[in-house]
T-cell receptor, first 116, second 110 residues
């Protein structure tokens, strides 16, 4: 009965490969995010989707392509993986920010990606 | 630009109070949050404060907000070993964007 679930939890792959991480939320939220947490634990937003539409793309390389088939899912596809892509990737969801309501983000457990 | 800053490390003695500070830049943020991340886990919301409040208390947690200085703090009373974690400050800056600070790693000394 997990609110935000992402798979896989661990992903080890070779440079140059293409991989996907899936994310699903059952909270009825309109907004979903992908964050990247590096080895120093800094958490940076990568993408934000609202009702399946891309809202924010924070200067992420084109090799990263999010896809939202419906508002409960936001998958992350990464082409031509590089060593520097190694990190923990977190999916999150929240209500849409209308300026009046609490938009706390609910996080998945993270996907630890290791590129070798 | 948007930026949320916090100190990277804090060490306190067990039983003392911990105070974690944060500064943010977007004065239009309506909610500010504190999240906790334990090793190997995702982020869990600890508490939040609406921007028209200056204080919120929730059991051992006290949040103080100085909107004029864009300063947020989290006080944990009677710090326990289970409080060891990374604490992230965050703001809901503009539409569909939640910005996180760098995280403060709290360690507890016996």
């Amino acid at each position: 009965d997990t609110a935000v679930s992402q798979t896989p939890k661990y992903l080890v792959t070779q440079m140059g490969n293409d991989k996907s991480i899936k994310c699903e939320q059952n909270l009825g939220h309109d907004t979903m995010y992908w964050y990247k947490q590096d080895s120093k634990k800094f958490l940076k937003i990568m993408f934000s989707y609202n009702n399946k539409e891309l809202i924010i793309n924070e200067t992420v390389p084109n090799r990263f392509s999010p896809k939202s088939p419906d508002k409960a899912h936001l998958n992350l596809h990464i082409n031509s993986l590089e060593l520097g892509d190694s990190a923990v990737y977190f999916c999150a969801s929240s209500r849409a920010n209308t300026g009046h309501q609490n938009t706390e983000a609910f996080f998945g457990q993270g996907t630890r990606l290791t590129v070798v | 630009g948007e930026d949320v800053e916090q100190s990277l490390f804090l060490s306190v003695r067990e039983g003392d109070s911990s105070v974690i500070n944060c500064t943010y830049t977007d004065s239009s943020s309506t909610y500010l949050y504190w999240y906790k991340q334990e090793p190997g886990a995702g982020l869990q919301l600890l508490t939040y404060i609406f921007s028209n409040m200056d204080m919120k208390q929730d059991q051992r947690l006290t949040v103080l907000l100085n909107k004029k200085d864009k300063h947020l703090s989290l006080r944990i009373a009677d710090t326990q070993t289970g409080d060891s974690a990374i604490y992230f400050c965050a703001e809901n800056s503009s539409a569909s964007k939640i910005i996180f600070g760098s995280g403060t790693r709290l360690s507890i000394r016996p």
